[in-house]
C-alpha cells in the first residue's frame, strides 16, 4: 500500500495525524517531503473479506473464528493454549488473576511501560512495585530487580515486558527476583515473533499476553491473547473472560445446547469476537512477510543513522530474535545539539510522525499514588526518558521515507565543526 497517496486522507492514517498535520512549517526550515506517518495499521485484503463473511454469518461474537484463531495463533507461538480476549491489558488482568495470588500480593513491573501494564496489576487486586531500567536497554537488569526486592520485600509475582519487542533475559531476571517462571507473567505487547535464545515468546514463562491495538504487529484494531502451556490457567483465563460464566452464547445457543449456566467466581466482560479473530486470522498469514519487513527496515535505519552524532541506535541482540514492534533511538542532547523535544518539533513540522516510549510510570501521579516505588529512585529510567524517541516503523513504510526520516535526523544534528572540542 503506497502510503503517501493516501495521506492525509485514509482514515487509518487520520487516526495518527496528530502530530504530522498539527506542526506547521516555520520559516527558514526545509520545505516538507513526503510525509512519513509514525504508524500505520495494515489491514489486509483477505482480513476485510473475512470481517464481511462474518458479518453476513449472523453470528458475529465470540463463536467458531475465536476457536480457529486460538489455535492457529497458539500454534504460530509455540504453545498449547491460547485464549482471546479484548485487549491486552484485560489479557494481563485475567493472567494475572489467574495466579490466585492473596489479594495486595507484590508484583514487580518495570517503571518504562504503558501505563496498561499497572493498571492491570492494580485491576487485578495486587500492588505494583516498579522497577528501575537500565538505560543501556530500556529493560529492567537483573541488578535493578534485585535492587527493588531488597528494598520492597520478596515479590509474589513479576511482569516482564520485552520493550520495543528486544527479548527481555527472561531467566535472569526471574532468578534475580526470587521467583520461578510459573510466577512471571510476559506483557508480550511488543513480543509477537520476539525470540529468547531459539524460542518464541508464547510459552516461555506460565502466561505471555499480546495485543492486536491498531499499532501492534499483527493489528486488528483491538484484541489480546493469554497464551499459556497450563491447561488449568487457560480454563481459568477462558472462563472469566466473559463473567466467569460455566458456558459461553455459542455453546448456549448450539442446538442441543442447554440455556443453564452458572457464576462460581470474578468474571470481566473481555471476550474476543468472531468479527476481531476472523481478522486476526487472516492478518496472521501476512504476520511472517511484515515482520521480514520491519527488519529489512530496522537494518536501513541503523545503516543510515550510525554516523549521526549523538544518537543511540538500538542494536539487534546477540541471542534470539528482535520483533521491531518499535525502532527507538535515544538522542544524546549534549552531542546531538539539541533535545529530544525540540527535534520531535523539527521532524513534525517536517511532517514526520514520531513517538515516545514510554514516559515512566513513576512520573505519573496515578501510579505515585498506587504503585511501590523503591527507595533511590530511577536513576536508569530518569537519564533513559529525556532522549527516548521512537520513529516511524510500520511495514508499508517505504526505503524513500525511511530516507526522508533519517535525511531530516541528519540535518538536525550539530554540524561536525560545531561540536564542543
Ligand atoms: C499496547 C500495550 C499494552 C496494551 O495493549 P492493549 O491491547 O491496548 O490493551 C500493554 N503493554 C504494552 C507494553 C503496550 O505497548
Not at 488449568?232 to 449456566?261: C, F, I, K, N, T
Request: overall charge neutral.
Amino acid at each position: 500500500m503506497d502510503v503517501s497517496r493516501s495521506f492525509p486522507d485514509g482514515p487509518a492514517d487520520r487516526v495518527f495525524e496528530g502530530r504530522l498535520v498539527g506542526g506547521s512549517t516555520r520559516a527558514g526550515q526545509p520545505e516538507p517531503e513526503e510525509p512519513v506517518p509514525f504508524a500505520r495499521t495494515e489491514i489486509s485484503a483477505e482480513a476485510r473479506e473475512a470481517a464481511l463473511r462474518v458479518l453476513d454469518s449472523g453470528w458475529v461474537t465470540t463463536g467458531p473464528e475465536t476457536a480457529l484463531f486460538e489455535r492457529e495463533f497458539a500454534a504460530y507461538v509455540g504453545a498449547a493454549y491460547a485464549v482471546g480476549v479484548s485487549s491486552c491489558t484485560a489479557a494481563l488482568e485475567l493472567a494475572l488473576r489467574a495466579l490466585r495470588l492473596p489479594a495486595g500480593s507484590r508484583v514487580l513491573v518495570p517503571t518504562l511501560t504503558f501505563c496498561g501494564t499497572a493498571h492491570a496489576v492494580l485491576h487485578a487486586g495486587l500492588l505494583p512495585v516498579l522497577v528501575d531500567v537500565d538505560p543501556r536497554t530500556g529493560m529492567p537488569s537483573a541488578l535493578t530487580t534485585a535492587r527493588a526486592v531488597v528494598r520492597c520485600g520478596k515479590p509474589a509475582a513479576m511482569v516482564v515486558v520485552h520493550l520495543a519487542g528486544a527479548p527481555a533475559p527472561l531467566d535472569e531476571l526471574a532468578a534475580a527476583a526470587g521467583l520461578p517462571l510459573e510466577l512471571v507473567v510476559e506483557d508480550a505487547a511488543h513480543a509477537l515473533d520476539t525470540y529468547v535464545g531459539d524460542r518464541p515468546v508464547g510459552a516461555l514463562t506460565r502466561a505471555a499476553c499480546f495485543s492486536f491495538y491498531a499499532t501492534k504487529n499483527l493489528p486488528i484494531g483491538e484484541g489480546g491473547m493469554v497464551t499459556t502451556d497450563d491447561p488449568e490457567l487457560a480454563e481459568r483465563v477462558h472462563r472469566a473472560r466473559l463473567h466467569g460464566m460455566s458456558s459461553d452464547a455459542w455453546r448456549r445457543y448450539q442446538p442441543g445446547g442447554s440455556w443453564r449456566y452458572t457464576v462460581d467466581e470474578a468474571g470481566l466482560k473481555a471476550n474476543m469476537t468472531d468479527l476481531q479473530a476472523a481478522i486476526g486470522r487472516m492478518q496472521l498469514r501476512h504476520l511472517p512477510e511484515w515482520q521480514r519487513r520491519r527488519e529489512a527496515l530496522a537494518t536501513l535505519y541503523t545503516a543510515r543513522l550510525r554516523h549521526v552524532p549523538g544518537l543511540r541506535l538500538p542494536l539487534a541482540p546477540a541471542e534470539g530474535r528482535h520483533a521491531w514492534h518499535l525502532y527507538a533511538v535515544r538522542v544524546l542532547e549534549e552531542r546531538f545539539g539539541r533535545g529530544r523535544d525540540e527535534l520531535v518539533e523539527r521532524l513534525a513540522a517536517q511532517h514526520i510522525g514520531t513517538s515516545v516510549h514510554f514516559v515512566p510510570l513513576h512520573r505519573m501521579p496515578y501510579f505515585r499514588r498506587t504503585a511501590l516505588c523503591p527507595a533511590g529512585g530511577f536513576p536508569g529510567a530518569d537519564a533513559l526518558f529525556p532522549g527516548l524517541l521512537s520513529l516511524p516503523m510500520h511495514p508499508a513504510l517505504t526505503e524513500r521515507q525511511v530516507d526522508t526520516v533519517c535525511r531530516a535526523l541528519a540535518r538536525s544534528a550539530r554540524p561536525a565543526e560545531e561540536a564542543p572540542r
